[in-house]
């Protein structure tokens, strides 16, 4: 004898499962969300921490030019990878061949729509011929247990060769803390040149 399957139950099954589907989809977004919110509201890594600790007066960009700071690279975005945003440098810690938690040689801001920027992350940026030069033993730069990137030359930002770390202690970065790029910044408020 061959069972039938009632449409009506088969209809709920159906809905019942779309809606769990649907949940899960949703519950996805939100996971980011609780991430990035206990990213900026509980104490950080100690890098991370170092770096709001010495930074904190430069969330207002005002603040970081009156202190030496002054715009380089335009906003630097990917196609795929996100931004990394505005770079701000301080021309007078790029080449002394040594690395700083307490003086970052460029603070990145994200453009915000109706003008003004947010600071979000901080880069370290080293020389790499200066590095080298300082460092026989051919040790990369190290700042606080985390090491730095390198880029060779040639590279798109037309800079020498370099090693640099990236910090995002302002923004919550999936991609994570120390990823060059952030798929959560956007450079389509830039306006600048």
Not at 4 to 12: A, E, H, Q
Not at 66 to 89: E, F, I, N, R
Request: with cysteine; charged share 15%; net charge negative.
């Amino acid at each position: 004898m061959k069972r039938r399957i009632d449409p009506i139950l088969t209809g709920f099954i159906g809905a019942a499962l779309l809606a769990m589907a649907s949940a899960a989809a949703a519950a996805a977004p939100q996971s980011e969300q609780d991430a990035a919110w206990n990213f900026m509201h509980h104490r950080a890594g100690p890098l991370v921490q170092a770096v709001r600790d010495a930074t904190a007066r430069y969330r207002d960009v005002s603040q970081a030019e009156a202190d030496g700071y002054t715009p380089v690279l335009g906003c630097v975005s990917g196609p795929d990878m996100g931004a990394m945003g505005m770079h701000y440098l301080k021309a007078s810690l790029l080449g002394d061949g040594m690395v700083d938690v307490a003086h970052p040689e460029l603070l990145v801001y994200e453009p915000l729509h109706g003008g003004g920027a947010r600071l979000v992350a901080v880069e370290y940026l080293a020389l790499a011929d200066v590095w080298d030069g300082a460092h026989a033993d051919g040790s990369p730069p190290l700042l606080m247990g985390q090491l730095f990137d390198h880029t060779d030359m040639p590279n798109r930002f037309r800079l020498p060769a370099h090693y640099s770390l990236h910090v995002w202690a302002w923004k919550y970065n999936p991609a994570g803390v120390f990823s060059m790029w952030n798929p959560r910044v956007s450079c389509s408020a830039f306006t600048g040149t």
